[in-house]
């Protein structure tokens, strides 16, 4: 016997209601993997269908897919990326995250790693060498085991390297501790709070006793100012006293071959090296340095001038910190069209 047609109609109809609800529900589904994986659209979709629609075996899948595809990029140097910097209480943490491209650096998912990855730096217990008495190295192995919100910073890394398909490094991370001072920060080329493509720490301290407030507030612009010094002058030391004997010699060195070209007495030529290390001591003391924003004043003597100012009788600067994305990193040559250009080659 025939079905009537208002049962097939009515069975015709079901079908397509319960097909419209699956295509809604699979549309969710592909919209939240791609916004958790952040692989593309066609890849999410494709990983979806092959594990029937279970979102987690999905995931694991393109997970899988990129990583395969970073590792295969390992060799890439990661030069660009972004530096972190938290700041707590008597204590602040800057760290480098480097990618492959400046594109990536640009990418919320990667921002959102290096700033996962500073504050973690904050809190991590284990230092691996003092700088100073004040500064310390924290070993990337350790920072990576940190956990954020359940998840650790080196499966963090996996996952954003997994989704932007870049080889990641954590490269460098510091700490400063100045608990009876007061620490400022200042990042240079900054795309969004507390990050940035140069990172400066300066502590100050006082050699008399806590720095309270109002002081400390009075000398927070200061401080930040001192850092944006640090940023645009790039000192190698603090001091004389920290200027290794390595360095200073080889730097005499050079400078007695120059004067000894002038043909004159060996008296006048050390009076010449003597008044040239003396320059060479401004150009990489922080301490000796002409402030940039009044050159009438040494470094030295800004410290004097702003601690009377504020009430502070002795004012030192206790330590500084600066980071600059890649620096000391030999790049790749081969520009972006070249690589294009050797893809197609080697395909073809």
């Known amino acids: 016997m025939l079905a009537s047609s208002s049962w097939l109609v009515r069975q015709a109809k079901g079908l397509s209601l319960r097909s419209h609800a699956a295509a809604a529900s699979n549309l969710q589904l592909i919209k939240a993997l791609r916004e958790k994986s952040g692989a593309p659209m066609s890849e999410v979709k494709a990983a979806l269908e092959e594990a029937s629609w279970d979102e987690e075996n999905a995931y694991q899948a393109l997970r899988k897919k990129g990583l395969a595809a970073v590792s295969k990029k390992a060799s890439r140097v990661a030069a660009e990326g972004l530096i972190g910097i938290s700041m707590g209480k008597g204590t602040a943490a800057v760290v480098e995250v480097n990618c492959e491209t400046d594109f990536v650096a640009r990418n919320d998912g990667f921002r959102s790693l290096v700033t996962s990855v500073a504050a973690s730096a904050l809190n991590v217990s284990q230092d691996q060498a003092g700088l100073d008495d004040s500064i310390f190295a924290l070993r990337p192995d350790a ?14 890394v996996s996952d954003t390297a997994a989704a932007i398909r870049e080889n990641l490094a954590l490269r460098r991370a510091f700490r400063v501790f100045c608990p009876e001072g007061l620490i400022a920060s200042y990042l240079h080329s900054s795309p969004a709070a507390g990050l940035g493509r140069i990172g400066c720490l300066v502590a100050l301290s006082s050699p008399s006793g806590p720095i309270a407030q109002p002081a400390a507030e009075h000398l927070q ?25 390595s360095a200073l010699a080889a730097e005499r060195k050079v400078l007695s071959e120059q004067a000894s070209s002038s043909k004159k007495p060996p008296d006048v030529i050390e009076k010449m090296v003597t008044g040239r290390l003396q320059k060479f001591y401004q150009e990489v003391c922080l301490l000796e340095q002409p402030f940039v924003l009044d050159t009438s004043l040494s470094i030295k003597q800004a410290l004097k001038k702003h601690g009377q100012a504020a009430g502070v009788e002795e004012l030192d600067l206790q330590s500084y910190i600066r980071l600059q994305v890649g620096e000391g990193i030999e790049k790749d040559s081969t520009s972006f069209a070249e690589e294009v250009a050797q893809t197609v080659s080697q395909a073809s």
């Open 143 to 156: 920072l990576l085991t940190e956990q954020v919100e359940g998840r650790s910073i080196a499966d963090r």
């Open 221 to 245: 612009g200061f401080a930040r100012e001192l850092a944006m010094h640090v940023a645009a002058t790039k000192p190698l030391y603090l001091d004389r006293e920290s200027v290794p004997g």
